[in-house]
């Protein structure tokens, strides 16, 4: 993906992409889904689109902590 391409995923803030427990990781050029689940960092996987990663998060965290938990708004 090229840089400018995923550049409109990140807040200018932080260069974080703006959803739920997503970030671009730059050595594979791939969204990195992830939840930390009672003090522990727990990879979901990489995903080639931030809305699949969003998704995938979303699934993960109903899993873990049922419907009272904050989504990925995508």
Known sequence: MPKEEWKKYFSSRKKT??????CFNKVS???LAQIYDIRKSVKI???E??????????????????????????
């Open 45 to 47: 996987g990489e995903f």
């Open 29 to 31: 050029g791939k969204f």
């Open 17 to 22: 992409a703006k959803y739920r427990g997503v």
């Open 49 to 74: 689109t931030v809305k699949e990663a969003a998704m995938a998060y979303n699934q993960k965290a109903i899993e873990l902590n049922g419907n009272k938990v904050k989504l990925s708004v995508y």
